[in-house]
């Protein structure tokens, strides 16, 4: 098996093998370290040209990323915790996703910035947040979101080479050590895999299941409780969903269109239930419900949310898996649906 | 090079940056121009001594207050009217305004200190592309109050990055006097990361230009962080109609450190005349022209 973390480093790997425009700045990012979370280990022995460990400056090494990305290159730029992306938040919205606009399209800002979210490893309110939400709708910016539906290291080796926006790539912490499904782990499911703008979008059902009665649709970690909830609802239940798994969070399609796999499942079931990390109120799935109530109009039976409480996240074990959503959560928020 | 040590050329570029800022003051309460401006009349000397060291391919980032810098670089009048006016032929086809153009290497942005790491990564890029260019970097000692630009000194030393720290200190930043806002001092703030920083209190352009020589001469053998903070004077409001001060110190300011005074005594009587009424003309037209052209 591959995990999620190995399949992020061989793409890194990969950028700086077929690139020497590629850099990669962070904090503690040296070998034998590797980065705090060890997606970059190797790449300084590898490149130590390339590879800059950086004093603990979020805002100036993401600033130093634009400038670079200004002047031709492809930098990548780590963040320890996307916690600190606050420190850095100016850069990103007031700079990089402003230049290639408001130069009136003759500037480029070809940057990466990855960084890890999420909780249910006992840091604590300021190291556990998923704090994406703050950078969705962001004019300029690409918030991409991996999976274990398809290959991690890929889309973050073309997110690097191939495209020219800025890029946010959220990687869950939880995700790193999870496998990266095959055919073979999903051979229960029916899989259709469509493309956004750039990155795909996934279909789950189960195999030989009746019409769905319900849409469940998560990105990131969340959809993988998402997709083990869609089983037990289907085998404990007999309520049969399917799962829609986007990976590029914004941008959406232009003028409030929905995502076309979505829209596509939400004509078959007529119910959308969405999931997330993030904190429940403005967030992700308020957004697609939205979408959802101005495409499917009175065809739309029933909405719901699943999401984090709103309240800081605990570090006790017990309070924060109280803090934040479940399998449980969401299979009694479909059951309430159906 | 732009060859710019002669002095009637370097009081070309003094004029054309007065002429051009002092037809936005006027023109602005007219309703000719839309949005938001901030002129540097009485800074002039600075952009021209310093930006007269550029060799073609070396970038600067200059802030709010760029018309100046922007000319200096050899920014079109017509081009910055026609931004300034919501034009489409603006520099930016009038996206960016006042504050935020891009034209070659010169990049602008009004958020204060934010433009500090963006330069040093488009140092450092330079460096490791091998091109030779530097960066030269503009901020007021207002910017000097942003955590960012203490990130970026530290950066910028610890990597070497091929940039020059040029801070224009006039002594306010909008209404508020650097006694209120700045403790220690600025050479102190560069020389803390070890960057060699070098001061110049004058309007005088000859001074200036000598200055920034010295700068660049040693940046381009020994490619490495430098500031140059240079003591100046804002003669005109922060944007428009916005100063607080007392009109005889602004007085004071107009009669001891003009850089257009000062450097005309090095002309004879008969070129300055030349040399301004060409201006008047020049920039007159580009004003026309700006004012003729289409709507984005
Ligand atoms: C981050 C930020 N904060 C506040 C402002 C509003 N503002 C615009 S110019 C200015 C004063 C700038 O002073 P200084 O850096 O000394 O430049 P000067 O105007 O004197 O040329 C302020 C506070 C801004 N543009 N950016
Ligand atoms: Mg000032």
Same mark, same amino acid.
């Given at each position: 098996m591959t995990s999620v973390l190995e399949s992020l480093n061989r793409g890194l790997h990969a950028a700086f093998a077929e690139d020497e425009r590629v850099y990669l700045i962070g904090e /503690?990012?040296? /070998?034998?370290?590797?980065g705090a979370f060890k997606v970059s280990r190797g790449l300084s022995t590898q490149y130590p040209d390339r590879v800059w460990t950086s004093p603990v400056s979020e805002a100036a090494i993401v600033g130093v990323g634009a400038g670079m990305a200004l002047r031709g290159l492809r930098p990548v730029v780590e963040l320890m915790?996307? /916690?600190?992306s606050t420190l850095m938040a100016d850069q990103l919205i007031n700079s990089i996703t402003k230049f290639p606009a408001m130069y009136n399209g003759a500037a480029k800002v070809p940057v990466v910035i990855r960084t890890p979210m999420g909780g &249910? &490893?006992?840091?604590g309110p300021t190291h556990? !947040? $998923?704090? =994406?939400k703050l950078y969705l709708? @962001?004019?300029?910016l690409r918030v991409l979101a991996p999976n274990t539906l398809s290959d991690p290291g890929e889309l973050l080796k073309r997110a690097i080479l191939e495209q020219d926006d800025p890029v946010l790539f959220v990687e869950n912490k @939880?995700?790193?050590?999870k496998a990266v499904q095959t055919a073979e782990t999903l051979k229960d499911f029916e899989v259709e895999q469509t493309q956004t703008e750039f990155a795909p979008v996934h279909t789950l059902r189960l195999k030989g $299941?009746?019409?769905? @009665?319900l849409t469940l649709s998560a990105y990131g970690y969340i959809a993988e409780l998402t997709r083990e909830a869609l089983t037990r609802l289907a085998f404990e239940h007999e309520i049969f969903c399917e799962l829609v798994v986007p $990976? !590029?969070?914004?941008?959406?399609?232009?003028?409030?269109?929905? =995502?076309p796999a979505l829209l596509a499942s939400l004509e078959r079931s007529g119910r959308l239930l969405t999931a997330e990390e993030? $904190?429940?109120?403005?967030?992700w799935g308020a957004e697609q419900l939205a979408r959802a109530a101005q495409h499917l109009g009175n065809r739309l039976q029933a909405v719901r949310r699943v999401a984090a409480a709103e309240q800081p996240i605990p570090a006790a074990r017990n309070l924060e898996d109280a803090a934040l959503p479940s399998v449980e959560d969401i299979i009694s928020a479909a059951r309430e649906m159906v | 090079m732009r060859a710019m040590s002669d002095d009637a050329a370097l009081y070309k570029q003094l004029a054309t940056i007065r002429h051009f800022e002092q037809t936005v003051l006027d023109a602005f309460p007219k309703g000719a121009f839309y949005g938001t401006t901030h002129t540097y009349i009485g800074q002039e000397a600075n952009a021209v001594g310093v930006l007269? %060291?550029? %060799?073609? +391919?070396d970038i600067v980032f200059s802030n709010h207050r760029c018309h100046g810098h922007f000319l200096a670089y050899g920014g079109d009048a017509r081009g910055l009217f026609a931004e300034l006016m919501g034009?489409?032929? +603006?520099?930016?086809g009038g996206i960016g305004g006042s504050q935020h153009l891009h034209w070659k290497d010169f990049y602008s942005n009004g958020?204060?200190?934010?433009t500090a790491p963006i330069a040093v990564g488009a140092a450092l890029a330079e460096k490791r592309k091998g091109s030779q260019a530097i960066v030269v970097l503009f901020l007021g000692d207002g910017a000097m109050g942003e955590g960012v630009v203490y990130e970026s000194l530290n950066i910028a030393s610890l990597w070497g990055a091929p940039i020059l720290f040029v801070v224009?200190?006039?002594?306010?930043a909008q209404t508020t006097p650097t006694e209120l806002a700045m403790a220690g001092s600025l050479a102190s703030r560069f020389m803390a990361f070890n960057i060699p920083a070098a001061e110049l209190d004058s309007s005088d352009v000859r001074q200036t230009y000598t200055a920034a020589a010295h700068e660049f001469a040693n940046l381009r053998s020994a490619p490495g962080p430098r500031a140059l903070i240079l003591h100046t004077a804002r003669f005109g409001p922060h944007s428009k109609g916005d100063d607080t001060r007392d009109p005889a110190a602004i007085e004071e300011l107009r009669a001891t450190r003009d850089p257009l005074a000062i450097h005309a005594t090095r002309l004879d009587a008969a070129e300055r005349t030349a040399i301004d009424a060409e201006i008047h003309s020049t920039i007159a037209a580009a004003y026309a022209q700006a004012e003729a052209d289409p709507l984005p």
């Open positions: /503690d990012l040296l /070998d034998p370290y590797g915790f996307g /916690d600190f &249910r &490893r006992g840091y556990s !947040q $998923t704090l =994406e709708g @962001v004019p300029g @939880v995700l790193y050590p $299941t009746p019409a769905p @009665v $990976t !590029q969070l914004a941008p959406l399609p232009a003028n409030g269109a929905l =995502e993030g $904190t429940f109120s403005l967030g | 007269a %060291h550029l %060799h073609e +391919g034009k489409a032929t +603006g520099v930016c958020v204060l200190g934010s224009e200190n006039n002594h306010i």
